[in-house]
């Protein structure tokens, strides 16, 4: 599935609150066609428009929900897997 068809299917899904929907969708435009981009916490907190603390919390919120997956922890930038519901 593409990154347009799991944002689609992810930004759709009522059972998430509209915050998450709207972060998912704000970090997908910083992933490849596969999902993955390796980003630091400043550069999503850029991106979503929020603070690194923030940032952090809806990144756990993402794993929580098995929409995210960090990959590797190199220096000041991750791995990133964006994930979606089957």
Same mark, same amino acid.
Not at 26 to 46: C, I, K, P, Q, Y
Not at 68 to 77: D, I, M, N, P, T
């Given at each position: ?23 998912? +969708?704000? /970090? %997908?435009?910083? *992933?490849?066609?596969? &999902?993955?981009? =390796? +980003?630091? /916490? %400043?550069?999503? *907190?850029?991106?979503? &428009?929020?603070? =690194? ?34």
């Amino acid at each position: 599935m593409t990154t347009s068809k799991i944002t689609a299917a992810v930004t759709s899904d009522p059972t998430l609150s509209l915050n998450l929907r709207g972060a998912y +969708a704000t /970090l %997908a435009a910083l *992933a490849d066609e596969h &999902g993955s981009f =390796r +980003a630091s /916490l %400043a550069t999503m *907190a850029a991106a979503l &428009g929020v603070t =690194r603390r923030t940032a952090s919390r809806i990144v756990g919120d993402l794993e929580k929900a098995g929409l995210l997956e960090v990959q590797a922890h190199r220096g000041a930038e991750s791995g990133y897997q964006l994930l979606h519901k089957s």
